[in-house]
T-cell receptor
Framework: DAKTTQPPSMDCAEGRAANLPCNHSTISGNEYVYWYRQIHSQGPQYIIHGLKNNETNEMASLIITEDRKSSTLILPHATLRDTAVYYCIVRVARSGYALNFGKGTSLLVTP | GAVVSQHPSRVICKSGTSVKIECRSLDFQATTMFWYRQFPKQSLMLMATSNEGSKATYEQGVEKDKFLINHASLTLSTLTVTSAHPEDSSFYIC?????????????FGPGTRLTVL
C-alpha cells in the first residue's frame, strides 16, 4: 500500500467547508484512495473512495489531482458531529486484506 | 445496510480471567473479518485476520494462544482474550467486507472497551 501523509490536525468553523488534504506521491495505477473517519470511542466509518475521477456521495466529496499524487476530502458544510480523526488510505481494492491506518488528521469543528 | 455489531460494548474483568468478544455482520456475509486494537491516543493496529472455516492469521507480536479467534460462520467471528492482564486493556474493533463487494469497502463494528483490573 502506498504511503500517505496528512496534517496531524485541522480546525474548521461549523457550517463552513472542511478540506482535508492527503499526499500519496507513490500511488500506483491500480491503487484506490479511501477515506474513513473515527469519532471518539467509536469504530471507524467509511466515507468515500475513488480511483482517478472525483467522487461525491451524501457525506463528502473526493477530489483527486490529475497526477493522482494527492487528494482532498471535502465536507461541504461541517457540523460539530464531524469532529473526528480522518484517515486517508491508499491501497489496491482486494478482498481479504486489512486496512493500514496511519495517524490521520484530527478535525475539530468549532461553533 | 452493511452493519457490523460487537458485543459487549464494554467489559471490566479481573486479571487472569478470560473475555469473549463477538463480532457479527448483521446484513451481509463476510468470508474474512479483521480484528484491530487501539490504545489511547494511538491509531488502530491490526491484530489478526479471521477467515471463515480456517485458522486466523496473526500479526507479528500478537500471541495466538492468548488471543483466540474463532470464525465459525460467515456472519460471526469471536475474539477471546485469555488470562487477561491490565496491559490487555484496550479498545478492540472488528471489521468485515461483504462477500459480494466489488469495492473492498470495510465496515467496522462499534468497538469493545476492555478494562482489566
Amino acid at each position: 500500500d502506498a504511503k500517505t501523509t496528512q496534517p496531524p490536525s485541522m480546525d474548521c468553523a461549523e457550517g463552513r467547508a472542511a478540506n482535508l488534504p492527503c499526499n500519496h506521491s507513490t500511488i500506483s495505477g491500480n491503487e484506490y484512495v479511501y477515506w474513513y473517519r473515527q469519532i471518539h470511542s467509536q469504530g471507524p466509518q467509511y466515507i468515500i473512495h475513488g480511483l482517478k475521477n472525483n467522487e461525491t456521495n451524501e457525506m463528502a466529496s473526493l477530489i483527486i489531482t490529475e497526477d493522482r499524487k494527492s487528494s482532498t476530502l471535502i465536507l461541504p458544510h461541517a457540523t460539530l458531529r464531524d469532529t473526528a480523526v480522518y484517515y486517508c488510505i491508499v491501497r489496491v481494492a482486494r478482498s481479504g486484506y486489512a486496512l493500514n491506518f496511519g495517524k490521520g488528521t484530527s478535525l475539530l469543528v468549532t461553533p | 445496510g452493511a452493519v457490523v455489531s460487537q458485543h459487549p460494548s464494554r467489559v471490566i474483568c479481573k486479571s487472569g480471567t478470560s473475555v469473549k468478544i463477538e463480532c457479527r455482520s448483521l446484513d451481509f456475509q463476510a468470508t474474512t473479518m479483521f480484528w484491530y486494537r487501539q490504545f489511547p491516543k494511538q491509531s488502530l493496529m491490526l491484530m489478526a485476520t479471521s477467515n471463515e472455516g480456517s485458522k486466523a492469521t496473526y500479526e507479528q507480536g500478537v500471541e495466538k494462544d492468548k488471543f483466540l479467534i474463532n470464525h465459525a460462520s460467515l456472519t460471526l467471528s469471536t475474539l477471546t482474550v485469555t488470562s487477561a492482564h491490565p496491559e490487555d486493556s484496550s479498545f478492540y474493533i472488528c471489521s468485515a467486507t461483504p462477500r459480494t463487494s466489488h469495492t473492498d469497502t470495510q465496515y467496522f463494528g462499534p468497538g469493545t472497551r476492555l478494562t482489566v483490573l
